[in-house]
């Protein structure tokens, strides 16, 4: 079935240090790729998507590149601030139009100055 | 931009009664609205997804008779947590499918803020 693993945190960085966050999926067929973000005491909101293979998704300087070999879509940020603290969950969107998100179990980033 | 406003942010009920959950889409139409349940330090759990003017699907293990989902006009979905008990202490939130005018879909979800039920 369709899944999503991504790596457990919490991940503490300090600011300006280099973010990665790594997840993988399992899916049939070409899903769409997500990843969104959340801040405390708050919904999720997307942060970026990719809709086809080798598709890079990119805001507020993060990306994630969609690698169907590898079945991946690492998510990357150059120089992390204390503002990006929050939740960060990727996400697969199961077949069909308006299929419903299949998520990982998120991963917790706090940034300290 | 497309906004779901979700209500109560939070509630406090006691053993047996119901809550109702809203969830309006403000700006846009909400053909297809999903539920998710967030346990703490876990990830979301679809519950059910609602079309609207139609009954809601729901996944398996979830109680269809506990979790009451109803999507009566493009603009609202509700869930109702009958009979709650301590073990649906939980945060739910909704997310709305966004169809433009001229019926296609963006890739769009947007979520609600989430609902903390809390029941004593």
């Known amino acids: 079935g369709n899944s999503v693993t991504q790596m457990e945190g919490p991940v503490t960085l300090s600011e300006e240090a280099f973010l990665t966050i790594n997840c993988t999926y399992t899916?049939?067929?070409?899903?769409?790729l997500f990843w969104y973000v959340q801040y405390p005491g708050e919904g999720l909101q997307l942060l970026l998507k990719?809709?086809?293979?080798?598709d890079k998704g990119s805001n507020k300087g993060f990306e994630a590149t969609y690698r169907k070999e590898t079945t991946s879509f690492h998510l990357e940020k150059g120089s992390v601030q204390v503002s990006d603290s929050a939740v960060y969950f990727c996400?697969?969107?199961?077949?069909?139009?308006?299929?419903?998100?299949?998520f990982g179990k998120g991963t917790k980033l706090s940034v300290k100055p | 931009g497309a906004v779901v406003s979700q209500h109560p942010s939070w509630v406090i009920c006691k053993s047996g009664t119901s809550v109702k959950i809203e969830c309006r889409s403000l700006?846009?139409?909400?053909?297809?609205m999903f539920w998710y349940r967030q346990f703490p330090k876990q990830s979301l759990m679809l519950m059910a997804t609602?079309?609207?003017?139609?009954?809601?699907?729901?996944e398996q293990g979830v109680e269809k008779d506990k979790f009451l989902i109803n999507h009566a006009s493009l603009t609202l979905s509700t869930l109702t947590v009958t009979s709650a008990h301590p073990e649906d202490s939980s945060f739910y939130i909704c997310?709305?499918?966004?169809?433009?005018?001229?019926?296609?879909?963006?890739?769009?979800?947007?979520f609600g803020s989430g609902t903390r039920l809390t029941v004593v």
């Open positions: 997310s709305a499918s966004r169809i433009h005018g001229t019926g296609t879909w963006d890739y769009g979800y947007t």
């Open positions: 700006d846009f139409q909400a053909t297809t």
């Open positions: 996400a697969l969107r199961r077949g069909g139009s308006q299929g419903n998100l299949i």
């Open positions: 609602s079309n609207e003017g139609s009954k809601a699907t729901y």
């Open positions: 899916a049939t067929g070409y899903p769409s």
């Open positions: 990719a809709t086809k293979a080798d």
